[in-house]
């Protein structure tokens, strides 16, 4: 049957379970083709008109046992689900449950379509986190893959790719103390934007434009009082990580005073790790470069996306293939520890030439890390808006996807950290490849999320790691430029605030 040529009803008992049914049918299913509905007295032989699912497991289950239903114009297809005693007054329990009806959904869903997904149920942005859980339980990396297959539905390959990804990190997070953090410094501002952002980045007119002047005098604000109060705490920094936007759209001038506030605060030799993401080969000069290796920066990024001439107008980045190679040997004859590039797969028009005369123009360069990103379609997107969508069946994304971790293979880079998004190409995950020794910390405490990062600047998100828990709370900032601008002229830093959220 084609499910996705006449709609989808699935009936559930109450809420519960309906982000998670949502967030794995769409994987199979247009979700415009969906319908579900909620019956609090839905039981397992209710009818519903074919194709349709029914499910009467909710909060207010009784009994041991829970019942999925598929029912299409061939036949009825049955999963049960054993519930432990007592499940909805423990979360562990109800966990596995959510689980077991992924799993059950998942199965139920393959019979309706031929659709096998990389990640199985794994619809979160997080695999790895569940892959070190996992180790934890079963202390052998066989186990994990075992689980991951077997109770989750993920491919082989993908649940192997998450076993190396956690050998490669557990120093690192094992390396974690207290009283250390990582500090996010924002600059949403960029040249122009790409037709695939989404983020909350704003177009400027060239460094003269006043928005950059005022936005870096209220990120210095904040941020010198950020570092008096964290010194004060007796916090020390690990890392640093400048981002965007593109930072670098800042003058050579405004850089100097972003990067002297930094170093008038802090000792920089206590930071292990200062990451600058440039981003834009267009908005580099040697000017900028020199203040960065003055202020002890020793990564950076320097983002292509692709190196195919046609592609770079049609994503609406104003640089030409050629600046990107001046601005990367500019980077490299300066001594630039560590150097990453950014590329993008599922962009419009490109399929796997595009992709594979990108690898063959980069492998001279031999970098020392390359992080790949699967195009993902968000809501406030250009490439959304406008109807552009992907262009790559999920096959011929995953055939891209093969030859970019054999190219990374080639150039001795490992994976060294991975996420995943909604609405990416293929179903498959942005993942961070490295030469061994190289690999950025901030990427991985960032994501793995065991150590507290202290985010400042417009949109900016901190997260408090509680190790007490193993678990963090988010606290975004304003994301309205003007009006963070606004605020930390009459306020500066909300010392009082952090001191109430931050335990000692």
Known sequence: MAITQVPLKIVLQDEWLAYETRELVRLFVDLNMVQITIDPDIQSHSPVTPPGIVCDCGLAASGNQCRLRLETAEGITLRQISLPAGWQQHPDARREVKRLYQAALYDLLQRLTPVILPWGILTGVRPVKLAHQLLRQEKDPAGVIKRLTEDYRVSFPKASLLTDIVRVQLPVLQAVQSHQISLYIGIPLCPSRCSYCSFISQAVQGSEDPLIAAYTQALIK???????????????????????????????????????????????????????????????????????????????????????????????????????????????????????????????????????????????????????????????????????????????????????????????????????????????????????????????????????????????????????????????????????????????????????????
């Open 222 to 504: 904040e941020m010198t009082g950020t570092l008096e109060w964290l010194s004060q705490k007796g916090w020390s920094i690990e890392t640093v990580y400048i981002g965007g936007g593109t930072p670098s759209v800042l003058s050579a001038g405004q850089m100097d005073g972003l990067m002297a506030a930094l170093a008038d605060n802090w000792p920089m030799e206590q930071i292990q790790e200062i990451t600058f993401e440039a981003g834009r080969p267009d908005t580099i000069t040697r000017e900028k470069l020199e203040i960065l290796r003055r202020y002890r920066v020793n990564r950076l990024s320097i983002n292509p996306q692709s190196l195919q001439p046609e592609t770079l107008v049609r994503i609406n980045r104003h640089h030409t293939v050629s600046r990107f190679f001046e601005a990367w040997q500019l980077a490299e004859e300066m001594g630039f520890e560590t150097i990453n590039m950014d590329l993008i797969i599922g962009l419009p028009g490109e399929g796997q030439a595009e992709v594979s005369r990108t690898l063959a123009a980069i492998a001279p360069l031999k970098p020392a890390n390359l992080t790949v990103h699967a195009l993902a379609l968000k809501r406030s997107s250009q490439l959304k808006t406008d109807g552009s969508g992907h262009t790559l069946t999920d096959a011929e994304a995953g055939r891209i996807m093969d030859r970019i971790y054999a190219f990374a293979a080639e150039m001795q880079l490992s994976p060294y950290y991975l996420y995943r998004q909604k609405e990416m190409a293929g179903h498959l995950e942005n993942v961070g490849f490295s030469l061994p020794g190289k690999e950025g910390l901030y990427n991985i405490l960032m994501m793995e999320e065991k150590q507290t990062i202290l985010g400042i600047g417009a949109g900016a998100v901190s997260k408090l790691y509680d190790p007490s828990r193993d678990r963090i709370d988010r606290i975004p900032h304003v994301k309205n430029i003007p009006l963070y601008i606004e605020r930390i002229r009459e306020k500066g830093f909300d010392k009082e605030a952090w001191t109430a959220a931050f335990p000692d």
